[in-house]
């Protein structure tokens, strides 16, 4: 089992739709969370970044912690075709090694 | 925001040749600086994690001697690729710890090695 869980999509969508994406895992030692967007032949670009459980606003982005259930979530609201690319999840622990999920491939249909 | 700059952004190297890539943290010191590789619809495999002058710590079934990473100052690291050959071809990508920032990740290098 890995330890962190990334389903890999596609996932399409109408552009102004609300976009959920989601990660599990399995170490309960992780405490730090973050999204990334990566478009094709790019660099991930950091979105959001938590720490512990609770919620995060930015914009047009929400994160969701969850520890209780090791679950975390990245919600876009108002999707745009500019958003599509691979949406990956990290996180870490007190080893600050990132561990990634296998990315989500967003599709916004204009 | 921090900003971690990379280059070359790509490169094609013939077979055997090396290649240095560059990682450079613009605004903020990177004491960590961590190195990436990506193939084709995968995700980022952490190759190693280099600390500002202290040797480099590799990820189990990575070749120390053929990825050669120097960490000599708080705002540069570089990988080098040694004795390249095509299977070495995929994109690395280097990522600095920015504090409360999190995690920011050079704009990556795509290697092809002919």
């Known amino acids: 089992q890995k330890e962190v869980e990334q389903d890999p999509g596609p996932l399409s969508v109408p552009e102004g739709a609300i976009v959920s994406l989601n990660c599990t895992y399995s170490?309960?030692?992780?405490?730090?969370f973050m999204w990334y967007r990566q478009y094709s032949r790019k660099g991930p670009e950091l979105l959001m970044y938590t720490y512990s459980s609770g919620n995060k606003e930015d914009g047009r982005f929400t994160a969701q912690v969850d520890k209780s259930s090791k679950y975390i979530s990245l919600f876009i609201r108002d999707s745009q075709p500019s958003d599509s690319a691979t949406y990956l999840c990290a996180m870490t622990g007190s080893s600050y090694k990132l561990i990634f999920g296998s990315g989500t491939r967003l599709l916004v249909r204009p | 925001g921090a900003v971690v700059s990379q280059h070359p952004s790509w490169v094609i190297c013939k077979s055997g040749t090396s290649v240095k890539i560059e990682c450079r943290s613009l605004?903020?010191?990177?004491?960590?600086m961590f190195w990436y590789r990506q193939f084709p619809k995968q995700s980022l495999m952490l190759m190693a994690t280099?600390?500002?002058?202290?040797?480099?710590?590799?990820e189990q079934g990575v070749e120390k001697d053929k990825f050669l990473i120097n960490h000599a100052s708080l705002t540069l690291s570089t990988l080098t690729v040694t004795s390249a050959h095509p299977e070495d071809s995929s994109f690395y990508i280097c990522?600095?710890?920015?504090?409360?920032?999190?995690?920011?990740f050079g704009s990556g290098t795509r290697l092809t090695v002919v």
């Open positions: 605004d903020f010191q990177a004491t960590t």
């Open positions: 990522s600095g710890a920015a504090g409360g920032d999190g995690y920011t």
């Open positions: 280099s600390n500002e002058g202290s040797k480099a710590t590799y």
């Open positions: 170490n309960s030692a992780f405490q730090y």
